[in-house]
């Protein structure tokens, strides 16, 4: 029986992976099969390192109990590059009930935005909103295109929305996180991992529900 092929760039990003979980946890960390698989997917959907890396150093912020690669999933995928991460492993889909419902509270936040940042949101949701309110069987392709969509928007908005102060204390924690690998992944694909870090942040210190 032959060997399995051995793909030095996957074992690489696996074992730049499992040094993160022991420079956090202070101890031996060899990830188990299904994370390892769930390694293994991101990578082969293009998910970059430097995306992962600074995904598991946000999950352990808030919460240093964190402890496998399956616990830092949500963050990893709300950091991928637009598409990227699909393939690994795609999000729940939710009913078409809970998607009005999240709709609805994103609403609620977005209007107490200052001037008018949340116009663009705004306008987008509302047509989400009669998309789903008409719709019994919804092409969830498309629905999640514009969900997407959506969530570009809020991110951007809510970058919009913050005063200097909170500006000012989230480019100097992205900057931490930024160092903290920097020299170690690509330098590009960090600093664009950095901007979707910046507008997550933003959008949760904001307290803007995601729709997705």
């Given amino acids: 029986m032959s060997e399995p092929v051995r793909d030095p760039e996957l074992e690489a990003f696996v074992e730049a992976i499992e040094q993160a979980f022991r420079a956090r946890r202070g101890k031996e960390h060899v990830l188990a099969p299904r994370e390892f698989a769930l390694a293994k997917g991101y990578h082969e959907a293009g998910v970059s390192l430097a ?14 109990r964190t402890a496998s690669l399956a616990a830092c999933r949500r963050r990893i995928e709300e950091l991928a590059a637009p598409g990227a991460g699909r393939a690994a492993h795609e999000l729940e889909r939710a009913s078409l009930p809970e998607v009005g419902e999240r709709l609805d ?9 200052p001037g008018r940042a949340a116009a663009l949101p705004l306008a987008e949701l509302a ?3 009669d998309l789903v309110a008409v719709s019994s069987r919804p092409n969830w392709d498309y629905l999640r295109e514009r969900l997407h969509r959506l969530d570009a928007l809020v991110g951007a908005a809510a970058v919009e929305a913050l005063d200097s102060d909170q500006s000012e204390e989230l480019r100097a924690e992205t900057a931490r996180a930024a160092e903290r690998h920097r020299g170690r992944v690509d330098a590009r694909a960090l600093d664009e991992v950095v ?6 942040r933003a959008r949760e210190l904001l307290r803007l529900p995601r729709v997705e």
Avoid at 51 to 64: G, Q, R, W
């Fill in 195 to 200: 901007v979707r870090l910046f507008r997550l």
């Fill in 127 to 129: 047509e989400l909103a």
């Fill in 51 to 64: 995306t992962v890396l600074v995904a598991i150093d946000a999950a352990f912020e808030a919460d240093p």
């Fill in 105 to 113: 509270a994103l609403r609620e936040r977005l209007l107490e935005l």
